[in-house]
């Protein structure tokens, strides 16, 4: 049966935990995984948070399968990672799509505007 993006959604949204900057800064400075899936020509354009990893969401298949070539070693299962996308929304489906992958401590904090608004610093790209 077809699903819908609300449906995706709703199923991200339900076992991916939304958190604050507070709580992303916090995590990061433990040694948590800030990482941002948006397009590059949105990191030009805007920069990105400071300490932010980079892997576009259309990428994340690729570089998370650790049985990959194109894996990225930032991505690692005993880690926690805290994702960011423009407004949250692709950041809650790519969360699921780790925690279905087997990365267990997957956090969404939202948009940059959210870390900015929270006090985080950007570095322009």
């Known amino acids: 049966m077809p699903v819908t993006v609300k449906e995706m959604m709703e199923a991200a949204n ?7 900057a507070a709580k992303a800064k916090a995590m990061t400075e433990q040694g948590a995984l800030l990482l941002d899936i948006r397009d590059a020509n949105e990191l030009e354009q ?14 994340l298949e690729f570089r998370a399968d650790d049985a ?3 894996h990225d070693p930032e ?4 880690r926690p990672i805290v994702l960011y996308c423009a407004s949250g929304g692709r950041a809650a489906l790519a969360g699921k799509l780790l925690k279905d992958m087997g990365y267990q401590r997957v ?3 939202g948009g940059l505007t959210d870390w900015v ?6 570095a322009k790209s």
């Open 117 to 122: 608004n929270g006090g985080g610093e950007i």
């Open 14 to 20: 339900a076992v991916v935990e939304r958190i604050d």
């Open 107 to 109: 956090y969404n904090l």
């Open 68 to 70: 990959l070539q194109s």
């Open 46 to 59: 805007t920069g990105r948070a400071v300490r932010a990893h980079h892997i576009p969401r259309g990428m």
């Open 75 to 78: 991505l690692r299962k005993d």
